[in-house]
């Protein structure tokens, strides 16, 4: 079975500051890989995706995130926060051949001014 | 264009009532998910249709009915809904469910439907 774990339910940073959300998978096999975005009140928005290839994969908004197979990590980073990143981040795998999507608890991203 | 619309937006009803959810989109994708969102919680799968046959019922009570009446459309029908499953209600698409490979594809959400049973 395919699990997912985001460190931190809840991270704060001050705008201009380094934005980086943990998230670790368990996969026999290297899954697919997604970080999703949902502001209030709204659905998920895909901010980036690995499937295969490059393991450092860029994203809108300024995010990126970088696959470490050696560490089963999927981290989400973006170089400078602004105020409008604040909004709820969930990673999510999806294994080779299985149909569902799994996704993390969430991790909620203030951003102080 | 990679938008996926639901309608409505917000919807109240009564244990006893008999109401409809709508997702669409006209991206061409050929699986369409329902799932079940509660606050602070991630979604929840409720159902998957795979060129309009339902392919995954996550064993989802039958006070919950989907529909997919063609590639474009998926309704959720809902009759007799408990307090407890007021929630949010998001749709999504993907390209294919899995192809031929065995791979999957991203898949992409409306805005939901916020339901309150009251």
């Known amino acids: 079975a395919q699990s997912v774990t985001q460190l931190g339910s809840h991270v704060s940073v001050s705008e201009g500051a380094l934005v980086l959300l943990r998230c670790n998978y368990s996969s026999s096999v290297p899954p697919y890989l997604f970080w999703y975005v949902q502001y209030p009140n709204q659905g998920l928005q895909l901010l980036l995706k690995y499937t295969t290839g490059a393991t450092l994969v860029k994203g809108i908004n300024g995010f990126e995130a970088e696959f470490k197979k050696s560490e089963t990590s999927f981290h989400l980073t973006k170089p400078s926060a602004h105020m409008s990143d604040a909004a709820e981040y969930f990673c999510?795998?999806?294994?080779?051949?299985?149909?569902?999507?799994?996704f993390g608890t969430g991790t909620r991203l203030t951003i102080i001014p | 264009d990679t938008e996926v619309t639901q309608t409505p937006k917000h919807l109240v009803m009564g244990m006893t009532n008999k109401k409809s959810l709508k997702c669409e989109q006209h991206?061409?994708?050929?699986?369409m998910y329902w799932y079940k969102q509660k606050a602070k919680k991630p979604p929840e799968l409720m159902f998957v249709?795979?060129?309009?046959?339902?392919?995954i019922n996550e064993s989802v009570p039958s006070r919950f009915s989907p529909e997919c009446p063609n590639s474009s459309l998926l309704n959720l029908h809902l009759h007799a809904l408990q307090p407890e499953d007021s929630a949010l209600y998001l749709c999504a698409s993907s390209q294919v469910l899995i192809d031929e490979g065995g791979r999957s594809y991203e898949q992409y959400f409306g805005p939901g439907t916020r339901l309150t049973v009251t």
């Open positions: 991206m061409g994708h050929r699986a």
């Open positions: 999510a795998v999806r294994r080779f051949g299985n149909e569902k999507l799994t």
């Open positions: 249709y795979s060129y309009e046959k339902l392919s």
